[in-house]
């Protein structure tokens, strides 16, 4: 699955180049004296810093964030349990940032933005629960609003374990396949922190 929705969003970014390259007129001779003036191909490609793993992960990990999100401020009025909040509260403070950044490295690199929401792209094959991406589907969120007290920790905790292992798997995509060392840093920290809380929410499982 893994596999499948990265080169969906390949296809579909190498599709808008190619587009933009057929759309142009035929180029006019370039003048011999401006080549002086034009970066080498080496020098060009540094400057990039990027590659396409590096965008795909800052496009499919932000609406996986904002789930998370999405998810951590349904514990208010939901549970009384105060390790739950906690953990509420530490997701929501930790992958906010994140968001912020990708956004930032998606314009910095003239990028198209976040995808709204990752279950809802044409060309992803309905990224929902149990997909492999650790992505709920509209069911499982709507759901999830209408519990409260242990059966309501329960359930978030269940959703969000899988939540975690996806970012994890697409985070570990990042650190193997990314060339930009932020967001490979990125991509280690996520892996790191979410493991950990994890762990946690497994604890609180029993």
């Known amino acids: 699955m893994r596999t499948q929705l990265f080169a969906s969003i390949a296809a579909a970014t190498l599709g808008v180049g190619l587009v933009a390259g057929c759309s142009s007129d035929s180029p006019e001779p370039m003048d011999p004296?401006?080549?002086?003036?034009?970066?080498?191909?080496?020098?060009?490609?540094?400057?990039?810093d990027f590659n396409m793993a590096d965008v795909m992960f800052a496009r499919m990990m932000y609406p996986h964030h904002a789930q998370a999100i999405?998810?951590?401020?349904?514990?208010?009025?939901?549970?009384?349990?105060?390790?739950?909040?906690?953990?509420?509260?530490?997701?929501?403070?930790?992958?906010?940032?994140?968001?912020?950044?990708?956004?930032?490295?998606?314009?910095?690199?003239?990028?198209?933005?976040?995808?709204?929401?990752?279950?809802?792209m044409p060309d992803m094959g309905g990224m929902n629960h149990g997909s492999g991406s650790g992505m709920m589907s509209d069911e499982d969120m709507a759901s999830l609003t209408t519990l409260s007290g242990a059966e309501f920790d329960r359930e978030w905790l269940t959703m969000m374990i899988e939540h975690h292992e996806g970012a994890i798997e697409m985070a570990e995509s990042e650190i193997s396949d990314g060339s930009n060392p932020d967001v490979i840093e990125m991509a280690r920290n996520i892996v790191t922190t979410q493991r950990d809380e994890i762990a946690r929410m497994e604890q609180l499982l029993g």
């Open 70 to 120: 999405e998810m951590a401020e349904m514990v208010d009025g939901r549970t009384d349990n105060p390790e739950l909040i906690a953990l509420a509260a530490e997701i929501e403070a930790a992958q906010q940032p994140e968001m912020d950044q990708m956004v930032t490295w998606l314009e910095d690199w003239g990028q198209p933005g976040p995808a709204p929401s990752m279950g809802g």
């Open 33 to 48: 004296s401006s080549m002086s003036t034009m970066p080498s191909m080496d020098t060009a490609e540094v400057d990039a």
